[in-house]
């Protein structure tokens, strides 16, 4: 029996779960679910609520984004967006942990500007744009965040660039991020993330 994903086409964590998932070809059954009502029995294996979740049929769970895209690619990780390098290793979960912790609550506050009317959301977009500064240097060199390659730094963070580029996209290509502004549109162009975005059938 195949491990079963619950999971939301355009939520940024689960679909750095699918990318992942994807390329390792690894087979798992995929179930798209309604943030309005969602199902018991993803309730009952992950009473957090959120998605991704990794059922397994054994009924363990992984329940958070970066575990399924190492359990996925520690079985077949054919492009080596992992690291062999242990300090490498290290320094691309810390930018990943800027991004989850740092970023996607800045995040948050700029596209659900509307809710929190203490600020204008062009102040909620100044307190994210240092990150993106940071991404835009990285990339300035040879296209990539870290390494010279892609790593799962790029595949980790990408998704919640994209969201923050539909925020206001005319804004952000407007913006002086240009390495940025490229790097998004290559991947978001990419067979892969095109695959990993089809809606379900059926």
């Given at each position: 029996m195949k491990p079963l994903l619950y999971t939301f086409r355009r939520c940024p964590f689960a679909i750095r779960a699918r990318l992942?998932?994807?390329?390792?070809?690894?087979?798992?059954?995929?179930?798209?679910?309604?943030?309005?009502?969602?199902?018991?029995?993803?309730?009952?294996?992950?009473?957090?609520?959120?998605?991704?979740?990794?059922?397994?049929?054994?009924?363990?769970?992984?329940?958070?984004?970066?575990?399924?895209?190492q359990w996925a690619l520690s079985i077949n990780d054919p492009e080596?967006?992992?690291?062999?390098?242990?300090?490498?290793?290290?320094?691309?979960?810390?930018?990943?942990?800027?991004?989850?912790?740092?970023?996607?609550?800045?995040?948050?506050?700029?596209?659900?500007?509307?809710?929190?009317?203490?600020?204008?959301?062009?102040?909620y977009r100044e307190q994210a744009e240092p990150f993106l500064a940071d991404l835009n240097t990285r990339l300035s060199k040879n296209g990539y965040l870290m390494h010279g390659r892609c790593t799962l730094a790029d595949m980790a963070i990408f998704?919640?660039?994209?969201?923050?580029?539909?925020?206001?996209?005319?804004?952000?290509?407007?913006?002086s991020y240009s390495h940025l502004i490229a790097w998004l549109d290559r991947l978001i162009s990419s067979q892969l993330f095109q695959d990993v975005m089809q809606k379900e059938s059926g």
């Open positions: 992942a998932i994807k390329v390792s070809g690894v087979a798992v059954q995929m179930q798209e679910i309604s943030l309005r009502a969602k199902p018991i029995a993803m309730l009952e294996c992950s009473p957090k609520g959120t998605v991704p979740v990794l059922k397994f049929a054994d009924g363990s769970v992984l329940e958070q984004s970066l575990d399924i895209m080596h967006w992992l690291e062999n390098d242990q300090a490498k290793s290290n320094a691309v979960m810390s930018l990943i942990q800027k991004n989850d912790e740092s970023f996607k609550p800045a995040l948050d506050l700029y596209k659900y500007a509307v809710r929190f009317p203490e600020h204008s959301e062009a102040y998704p919640f660039i994209r969201q923050f580029c539909n925020v206001n996209p005319d804004w952000f290509y407007a913006s």
